[in-house]
C-alpha cells in the first residue's frame, strides 16, 4: 500500500473494496500495471480497490483481456513447474538480462518463502495463467 501516512493497522478489507481508503488518505495498492489496452477505469479501480501483495521489489500486476488479472499468491520452483506456459513467458521476460544459463539457475532458485520468488496471476477471463520474479 502506498499512502503518505502509516495505515498498516487502520485498513479493514471492505474499506479497501469500496474505495473508501482511497478516497480518505489517497492510498493505492498496487505497483506497477502490466499490460495493453486496459480501460482507465478498470486501472483506476484495481489501483484503488484490490489490496495489493508484498513483494521483494514494487510489485507488478497484470491485466489481461481488458480487465486486472487475479493475483493467485507467491511461488517457488515446484508451484511454477505446475504452469510451463508462465514460466516460458518468465524466462523469456528474464532472458535479456543474462544467458540461458544464468535464467535457467534464477527460475530453479525461485521460493515461494524466500528469494528470488515468482507471483503467479490468472486472466478472469480466459484463464490464461501469467507470472513475473524478482529478489533484492
Known amino acids: ?16 473494496a469500496d474505495g473508501s481508503a482511497t478516497a480518505k488518505y489517497d492510498a493505492h495498492f498496487i505497483g506497477d500495471l502490466i499490460g495493453d489496452d486496459v480501460p482507465l477505469e478498470v486501472v483506476t479501480s484495481v489501483d484503488a480497490c484490490t489490496p495489493g501483495f508484498s513483494s521483494w521489489q514494487d510489485p507488478q500486476w497484470f491485466f489481461h483481456c481488458g480487465d486486472g488479472a487475479a493475483f493467485l499468491g507467491a511461488v517457488g520452483t515446484a508451484e511454477l513447474a505446475m504452469f510451463p506456459e508462465p514460466c516460458r513467458r518468465c524466462a523469456a521476460r528474464l532472458a535479456c538480462a543474462g544467458g540461458a544459463e544464468a535464467v535457467e539457475s534464477y527460475l530453479g532458485a525461485l521460493d515461494k518463502d524466500s528469494q528470488p520468488t515468482g507471483y503467479l496471476f490468472m486472466c478472469r477471463t480466459c484463464g490464461r495463467y501469467m507470472a513475473y520474479a524478482d529478489f533484492t
Not at 1 to 13: F, T
Open 1 to 16: 500500500m502506498y499512502a503518505v501516512e502509516e495505515l498498516s493497522n487502520l485498513l479493514r478489507p471492505w474499506c479497501i
